[in-house]
């Protein structure tokens, strides 16, 4: 199983992408996720410049992310399959991991996008929280933790975190910033016949349930993961 996941920010990318993964057991790669656990490290000389651009709503240069997800695509727990959630984001690094995936000797299996509309991003993203020991996602409106101040996965307590790209602002910079440079990776897969799209306006396990039907309808030849829980 090796997909892309593709939207605007706050489409639902992260949520799931961390759904599939759990059920295919292979890992979800999140972009956003690398950039963030480089900044959360004191001696980490590129977290300080990281944080500006997120915090910006650009893009990080090309040379820094397609080494980093490279690098991270060779690592054991991707030997079996992955989803990359937040790369490509533009036509330049579309075709620098179709390179880098023939060079590796891998093919993918589907590219999904997650369409949602612009209006509905902003709410969905200024509503977003996440536990910061174990990484689950919630919502103030669409997905609260039973106990407010307790993750329900970990059961970590008072340990909620707020992103802080995720302001009206950076949100604004940071949906320009997939229109004018992230869109058009769309026909850039569809001419190659590998896009589908599911509509990620419908709720959490409704969306789940369309890229599932992708996925099995898609099933190439490199997707031999079975479903881990169920068939
Ligand atoms: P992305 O990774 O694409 O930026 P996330 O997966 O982090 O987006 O989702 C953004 C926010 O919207 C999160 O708080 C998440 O809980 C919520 N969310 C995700 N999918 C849906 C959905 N289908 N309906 C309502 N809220 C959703
Ligand atoms: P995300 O976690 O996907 O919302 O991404 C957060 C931020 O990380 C983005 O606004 C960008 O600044 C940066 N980022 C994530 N993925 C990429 C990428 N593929 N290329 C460049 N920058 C990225």
Redesign the pocket.
């Known amino acids: 199983m090796r997909i892309i996941l593709l939207g605007p ?2 489409a639902g ?2 949520t799931q992408a961390k759904r599939i993964a759990d059920k295919y057991d292979v890992p979800a790669i ?4 690398l ?2 656990a480089r900044i959360k490290d004191p001696g980490d000389p590129l977290g300080k410049e ?1 944080k500006e ?2 915090d ?7 040379e ?2 397609v080494k980093m ?1 490279s690098d991270r695509l060779d690592q054991d727990d991707c030997k079996n399959g992955f989803i990359l ?6 036509v330049e ?1 579309a075709e620098s991991l179709q390179k880098m995936l023939k060079e590796k000797g891998i093919e993918l299996d589907a590219v999904v996008q997650i369409g949602v509309d612009d209006d509905k991003l902003v709410e969905r993203i200024s509503g977003r929280f996440s536990c910061g020991e174990c990484g689950e996602g919630y919502h103030d409106k669409f997905k609260q933790p039973h106990d407010p101040s307790t993750c329900d996965k970990c059961g970590a307590v008072d340990k909620f975190t707020r ?1 802080s ?1 995720d302001n009206e602002e ?1 949100v604004r910079d ?1 949906l320009h ?1 997939y229109h004018t440079q992230t869109a058009p990776i769309l026909p850039f897969y569809e001419e190659r016949g590998m896009l589908k799209t599911v509509d990620g306006m419908a709720d959490m396990d409704d969306v789940t349930r369309q890229i599932e039907a992708v996925l099995k309808a898609e099933k190439g030849p490199n997707a031999h993961n079975s479903p881990k829980k169920f068939g």
């Open positions: 920010p706050g990318k992260g999140s972009a956003g996720d950039f963030r990281l651009i997120l910006s709503g650009a893009l990080v240069p090309n820094i992310t997800i959630d937040g790369f490509p984001r533009s690094q992103r790209d950076t940071r910033t």
